[in-house]
T-cell receptor, first 114, second 116 residues
Framework: NAGVTQTPKFQVLKTGQSMTLQCAQD?????MSWYRQDPGMGLRLIHY???????DQGEVPNGYNVSRSTTEDFPLRLLSAAPSQTSVYFC?????????????FGQGTRLTVV | AQTVTQSQPEMSVQEAETVTLSCTYD???????LFWYKQPPSRQMILVIR??????QNATENRFSVNFQKAAKSFSLKISDSQLGDAAMYFC?????????????FGQGTTLQVKP
């Protein structure tokens, strides 16, 4: 039972490069989200999706792009990396039942932009 | 907009003692969930405890319990009989209930040190 799988775990980019952070879940969850974690700021929402084909912006969407063509996958694209995007990135998936909800997180990607 | 505030950047506790981590939140909604997550050095986010706003009874999970004060919009985490493995960063988080999209709003985090 893999849960939420993020790749890669570590990445170094040069300013201006683009890349895609991969996220896959095998729990058939409808909701998926991307967060970034910066010191002293907790986790902040970048983009989220409530189902295949539906995405929306979170608190800090600039410089990032997402798509959700399947229930399982929710990749995050950095269009032109900037040093301000140096951070730890988390993907999460969640479900909601009757009075119950829980999010499951990937192991995170530490991204450094130089 | 909803906000979550953790005013204690760092806390320390002696092994086997009790510690309380504070969290306050702001919302105009009546239907929501509150969570405490633990993040050890491995970076993995681990759900510690969950509270539904409509429940008056405080949630408990073994050595972890919360003090949920809905009117005061306060949601503190009490860790009893602290263990070395409890050392981690702890995040308080809010999720809207009735229009749930899976979005979480996090506090800034509290780093907990456990002294042997």
């Amino acid at each position: 039972n893999a849960g939420v799988t993020q790749t890669p775990k570590f990445q170094v980019l040069k300013t201006g490069q683009s890349m895609t952070l991969q996220c896959a879940q095998d729990m058939n969850h409808e909701y998926m989200s991307w967060y970034r974690q910066d010191p002293g700021m907790g986790l902040r929402l970048i983009h989220y999706s409530v189902g295949a084909g539906i995405t929306d912006q979170g608190e800090v969407p600039n410089g990032y792009n997402v798509s959700r063509s399947t229930t399982e996958d929710f990749p995050l694209r950095l269009l032109s990396a900037a040093p301000s995007q140096t951070s730890v990135y988390f993907c999460a998936s969640s479900y909601t039942g009757t009075g119950v909800t829980e999010a499951f997180f990937g192991q995170g990607t530490r991204l450094t932009v130089v | 907009a909803q906000t979550v505030t953790q005013s204690q950047p760092e806390m320390s506790v002696q092994e086997a003692e009790t510690v309380t981590l504070s969290c306050t939140y702001d919302t105009s909604e009546s239907d929501y969930y509150l969570f405490w997550y633990k993040q050890p050095p491995s970076r993995q986010m681990i759900l510690v405890i969950r509270q539904e706003a409509y429940k008056q009874q405080n949630a408990t999970e073994n050595r972890f319990s919360v003090n949920f004060q809905k009117a005061a919009k306060s949601f503190s985490l009490k860790i009893s009989d602290s263990q070395l493995g409890d050392a981690a960063m702890y995040f308080c988080a809010y999720q809207h209930g009735s229009s749930n999209t899976g979005k979480l709003i996090f506090g800034q985090g509290t780093t907990l040190q456990v002294k042997p």
